[in-house]
């Protein structure tokens, strides 16, 4: 079908739409390393492996997994080669150059806890939930050393930095640490002292002291040389991590110098890194406390080259913090985004996304670089975000029964200044659901709750120079709009109107200034999840749970058009191409383009696995970003032009490749005619080509196909090639009048190729099932017409017989009346015995040639009675010319 040009004007309408960026989640718990050059961040998802790029947020590989979740993996200093263990108790090597594997082999009797790799890149420490710790050699894959000693489940696990002293640490949940020496096999000391698990291991910069870090709350600090305990730290939070820094190579920490200090770090459940002097156990550095905050922290990562302590909190984010300015936070990444709720375009430039994602902290994604802030402030999950008209101010609505009015300052290098709280919106009772900020002026915030109200919000209060959290902001007015829970909230373009919609299956117009109701959107048999103002029609657009999406005028409340296509319910409407078009999204995991002057869907996009709960368009409605419940934020960006310039050109293209075929066939180029035929999948012009070469076949010619040029082209047919041909010949082959095109063709193929060759063509099987059952019909009729072609010789020869009879009885009438009659009979009657004895003859050679040939019982029965009814005749004919003489006789 050709394409059709877009309107001409300015306003195009839009058919096309694709996915050109999704933001989903790269971490799902577990372990994450960041490679020692810091290039790379490796994070497990659930049974497999990513590795991403840190800087641009590229995901290089995925490493898949085994069905099995991840347990522990490390990478080797190199960065060449990582480990990974899974509970399938298989432990697995894999090239991080490539993205391949290696190597994999059982492990241990149980899953690997934890696992660490030694300086040299060399060996690998991996110790079990069986009580064992082993030691693997990397590039040989097999096991150098298994101790055991420990009473329970392996915890902790690290190689001694000093490479000549060979011991390997380890801690377990028996509450004992263990130093083994790798020389002697043996355990060199048992340290005990800690009442909890231990959860971390570190060696001190010289070499003589091990700390250890243990559930208990405290920080061991073990003498190497003796093997005693030399001191201990309360630390007052459950430990997760330990670890060491290095000396000399930070100067100061915020205004403390540290330069001379042996330090090391701690984080817990209470979610924040704590820096402490090694030697005097004081506490330098704390990292700065969020407001509603409530995860802990699993692990932490030391960046040596950047200076940089990197938290993996509980909640699946991944916090970057700079260690000389007293762990100030300078990059966060979310790993894992959960049920996607609301989305909302931010800033001038809209470069940014804000996401309500299933918790507390509003997400803020740069949209064009591999980085997420995190707005802390509300103490519960939030809902329903909204912004101004220029993307400066973002409102936010949270089942803490609180509104929060935002200001962005984007392009703030210090992460803390960017988002600044300037009031609360404190009154509903339940959870706000719902919440719109006015588009001419900055003046006016709706909230709409699940106790069915709605509040008016003056935000003229507000300080935007000096943001200060805890202003409250005054209800204008508060309505008892609806009788069930309010989902949605839209404020008309000019700020006179605003419509809601809810779950009690009705739309409501009010007025904005008093608050006033003045009509009410009647017909849908479902509650309303969203509503939307047109932005140059006088025209409400809403979608509901009964799977519709309805347009109702302003003017009468009336109901204008309704759009049917979804097959669940229709969470989210919004307007596009200047209120021409409509876009929606529903539980059925798909979003829709509608034109509304057709009533037509005229796209289907579909790049979700659940419901859709979240939808936002770009100013410029060159973008429409989606977010559902499958943890996925998909960017659609507009396609219409390129996609027609794209057909254009293709049509442009094909003319030009068509007007080249037929110069190619002209000049009998068969070569070039045949391989340009196949690259336009053309396969009536190739039939036509190669009827032709048969039908012009040279005398005494001895190729398959008529030419012996055609037969090297279709010899030098590459595998993919010859799969498209093999199609074609399959359909051809499905009726009678192009049989023979397709099976000189198909010989062509076959004679010229080894049965290893013909495997190895793409789809081989279903040619060949497609070819074969017409293939042995057409054989069986042309076995047939063999057959039956010796009834139309026998036929010919007879009526030829029959010919020369006539000529006789002709002459017969011509002679001289004086002639001898009696001589005239004799020589008759001879030329009858003869002419008898060679029909008899030839009866007898087409009985004899009929009864050798595999000829079918109707065929047979056609010769046979044909024969016998010339014999009948024959006789006949011969009695009747003797009665005849025998009365020309009684006449003389």
């Not at 000019?494 to 809601?500: H, L, P, Q, Y």
């Not at 191409?577 to 996009?605: F, H, P, Y």
């Amino acid at each position: 079908m050709a394409a059709q040009a877009p309107p001409q004007g300015k306003i195009h309408l839009k058919t096309s739409f694709k996915s050109t960026q999704t933001i989903e989640s790269i971490y799902t718990g577990g372990k994450v390393c960041i490679s020692q050059d810091e290039q790379y961040l490796i994070t497990t998802v659930g049974e497999d492996i990513d590795v991403i790029e840190i800087k641009t947020g590229k995901k290089l590989w995925r490493l898949k997994g085994d069905t099995e979740i991840i347990t522990t993996f490390a990478v080797t200093p190199d960065g060449h080669t990582l480990i990974s263990a899974s509970r399938s108790l298989q432990l697995k090597t894999w090239n991080l150059r490539t993205g391949t594997l290696t190597r994999s082999l059982k492990a241990h009797d149980a899953p690997v806890i934890v696992m660490n790799i030694d300086p040299t890149s060399t060996l690998v420490a991996t110790g079990s939930a069986d009580s064992t710790i082993k030691v693997w050699d990397i590039a040989g894959g097999f096991c150098t050393h298994n101790f055991k000693g420990h009473g329970g489940v392996i915890s902790a696990v690290l190689f001694h930095p000093d490479q000549s002293k060979w011991w390997l640490c380890s801690g377990a949940d028996d509450c004992t640490v263990r130093i083994w020496d790798l020389k002697s096999r043996k355990s060199v000391a048992v340290l005990e002292s800690h009442v909890s698990v231990i959860r971390g291991l570190a060696v001190s910069n010289s070499g003589k002291s091990l700390i250890s870090g243990s559930r208990d709350k405290v920080v061991n600090v073990w003498d190497l040389t003796s093997m005693k305990l030399a001191t201990t730290y309360p630390i007052y939070e459950t430990l997760e991590t330990v670890g060491i820094l290095q000396k000399s190579k930070i100067e100061a920490i915020g205004s403390k110098d540290v330069a001379d200090k042996e330090m090391f770090y701690t984080a817990g459940d209470s979610g924040v890194i704590k820096i402490w002097d090694l030697k005097s156990g004081e506490l330098i550095a704390k990292q700065k406390e969020e407001q509603g905050s409530k995860s802990g922290i699993s692990d932490v990562l030391y960046n040596k080259e950047s200076q940089q302590l990197v938290s993996i909190t509980s909640d699946q984010n991944i916090l970057f913090f700079n260690i000389e300015d007293g762990l100030k936070r300078v990059k966060q990444i979310v790993g894992y985004n959960d049920e996607i709720v609301d989305v909302a375009y931010i800033g001038e430039e809209e470069n940014h996304l804000a996401v309500a994602a299933n918790s507390e902290q509003i997400r803020v994604f740069n949209l064009k670089e591999f980085e997420c802030d995190l707005i802390y402030g509300h103490t519960d999950i939030v809902i329903c975000l909204d912004k101004n008209t220029d993307g400066t101010l973002l409102a936010s609505g949270s089942k803490d029964n609180t509104a929060k009015v935002w200001t962005l300052d984007l392009e703030n290098e210090d992460a803390d200044e960017r988002y600044k709280c300037i009031g609360t919106c404190v009154g509903h009772t339940e959870a706000i659901g719902a919440v719109a900020l006015t588009r001419k002026t900055d003046g006016l915030l709706l909230t709409g709750s699940q106790d069915r109200t709605i509040k008016c919000w003056d935000l003229s209060t507000g300080d935007l120079d000096n943001p200060d959290e805890e202003h409250r902001f005054k209800s204008h007015y508060t309505i008892q709009a609806h009788e069930k829970d309010i989902n949605s909230i839209a404020i008309a373009p000019n700020d006179k109107i605003f419509a809601t919609g809810s779950q009690d299956k009705l739309a409501k117009i009010w007025n904005l200034q008093e608050g006033t109701l003045m009509g009410t959107c009647k017909g849908h048999k479902r509650g309303v999840w969203s509503v939307k103002f047109s932005p140059v029609d006088q025209c409400l657009a809403t979608s509901s749970g009964d799977r519709t999406i309805k347009i109702w005028s302003l003017n009468d409340f009336s109901c204008l058009r309704t759009f049917e296509g979804h097959t669940n319910s229709i969470l989210k409407v919004d307007f596009l191409t200047s209120g021409l078009q409509l876009v929606s999204c529903g539980s059925d995991g798909l979003v829709k383009l509608w034109t509304i002057r057709t009533n037509e869907c005229v796209a289907t996009l579909d790049n979700h696995t659940e419901k859709i709960w979240a939808l936002t368009v770009r100013r410029d409605e060159n973008m429409v970003v989606t977010g559902g419940a499958d943890s996925m934020i998909n960017l659609w960006e507009d396609f219409t032009e390129i996609e027609y310039a794209e057909k254009k050109q293709a049509q442009a293209d094909q003319v030009l490749k068509e007007q080249e075929l037929s110069n190619y066939l002209q000049r009998k180029d068969w070569k070039n005619a045949i391989t340009l035929a196949l690259s336009l999948e053309q396969p009536f012009r190739l039939l036509q080509l190669f009827n032709q070469i048969l039908r012009d076949r040279p005398e005494h010619d001895t190729s398959i196909t008529g030419l012996a040029a055609v037969d090297k082209v279709l010899k030098g047919l590459s595998l993919d090639q010859i799969a498209k041909l093999l199609g074609y010949v399959r359909d051809w082959n499905t009726h009678a009048k192009n049989m023979r095109a397709a099976q000189t063709v198909l010989h062509a193929i076959l004679r010229e190729r080894k049965v290893q060759e013909m495997i190895e063509v793409p789809g081989i099987k279903d040619l060949l099932d497609g070819l074969l059952p017409y293939s042995e019909r057409h054989f069986q009729r042309v076995e047939a017409l063999s057959v039956r072609s010796y009834v139309v010789d026998y036929t010919v020869q007879a009526m030829d017989m029959m010919t020369m009879m006539g000529d006789m009885d002709d002459l017969e009438l011509e002679m001289d009346e004086g002639e001898d009659r009696l001589s005239l009979r004799a020589q008759r009657k001879a030329e009858e015995e003869r002419m008898a004895k060679e029909r008899h003859e030839a009866f007898a050679a087409a009985r004899a040639a009929t009864e050798t040939a595999p000829i079918t019982n109707g065929a047979t029965a056609i010769v046979e009675d044909g024969e016998e009814e010339e014999d009948d005749a024959a006789d006949d004919e011969s009695a009747g010319e003797v009665e005849e003489g025998d009365s020309d006789e009684d006449m003389e």
